[in-house]
């Protein structure tokens, strides 16, 4: 442990974190690891850094090694094609909101919308909204050194700070489930109106 936390453990921890988001595994104890070694700030922009490079890793390998295998897949369900196109012409929005809610798994939306039409682009520049999550949770990690204060976390305490990032959060959810159930209904319905 003592190495993870001298200046090259802290480079390195960059690539071991974006390895575990390639193998899709969940951040949110990797984000405390980092918060508890390096401090909220810190710890946060290195989660970031990784996160980052191995989401675009886990969106190229969906675009390329595991497309044609999971698009053979989708052929058999028109509803979920549908909804998938819907998803891809709403681009940066859909991508910034399902990152801001904490109801979308990280790891397997990297995936999902390497599947989608979404630009690189847009996926990139829609990483941002990944930044509450991750300051909220190296902020618990960093915490969990102050057994005193991590009780009143736990007790339900918090700061402003904390509370408004709870508050975007439910926010974004409730916003993601809005737009996707408006852009999927109208794609159905799309797909079901006479030519």
């Given at each position: 442990m003592e190495l993870l936390?001298?200046?090259?453990?802290?480079?390195?921890?960059?690539?071991?974190?974006?390895?575990?988001?390639?193998?899709?595994?969940?951040?949110?104890?990797?984000?405390?690891?980092?918060?508890?070694?390096?401090g909220t700030w810190l710890g946060s922009g290195l989660v970031f850094v990784g996160?980052?490079?191995?989401?675009?890793?886990?969106?190229?390998l969906?675009?390329?090694?595991?497309?044609?295998?999971?698009?053979?897949?989708?052929?058999?369900?028109?509803?979920?094609?549908?909804?998938?196109?819907?998803?891809?012409?709403?681009?940066?929005?859909l991508v910034l909101l399902t990152r801001l809610s904490p109801a979308f798994p990280?790891?397997?939306?990297?995936?999902?919308?390497?599947?989608?039409?979404?630009?690189l682009r847009d996926y990139s520049l829609g990483l941002i909204?990944?930044?509450?999550g991750t300051v909220l949770f190296c902020g618990l990690g960093a915490l969990a050194g102050d057994v005193a204060r991590f009780g009143e976390v736990l007790a339900g305490k918090a700061?402003?700070?904390?509370?408004?990032?709870r508050l975007a959060g439910v926010l974004a959810t409730i916003g993601v489930v809005i737009l996707v159930s408006r852009a999927a209904r109208q794609a159905l319905q799309e797909d079901e109106s006479p030519l």
């Amino acid at each position: 442990m003592e190495l993870l936390r001298s200046p090259a453990g802290a480079l390195l921890f960059v690539p071991l974190y974006a390895l575990w988001v390639t193998l899709l595994l969940p951040g949110v104890w990797a984000s405390m690891l980092a918060g508890a070694l390096y401090g909220t700030w810190l710890g946060s922009g290195l989660v970031f850094v990784g996160a980052c490079l191995g989401a675009v890793v886990v969106f190229l390998l969906g675009r390329s090694w595991l497309r044609d295998w999971a698009l053979q897949r989708l052929e058999r369900f028109p509803k979920l094609q549908a909804v998938e196109r819907a998803v891809s012409k709403e681009g940066l929005k859909l991508v910034l909101l399902t990152r801001l809610s904490p109801a979308f798994p990280f790891s397997l939306l990297n995936l999902a919308y390497g599947l989608s039409e979404v630009s690189l682009r847009d996926y990139s520049l829609g990483l941002i909204g990944i930044l509450p999550g991750t300051v909220l949770f190296c902020g618990l990690g960093a915490l969990a050194g102050d057994v005193a204060r991590f009780g009143e976390v736990l007790a339900g305490k918090a700061d402003p700070m904390t509370w408004a990032l709870r508050l975007a959060g439910v926010l974004a959810t409730i916003g993601v489930v809005i737009l996707v159930s408006r852009a999927a209904r109208q794609a159905l319905q799309e797909d079901e109106s006479p030519l």
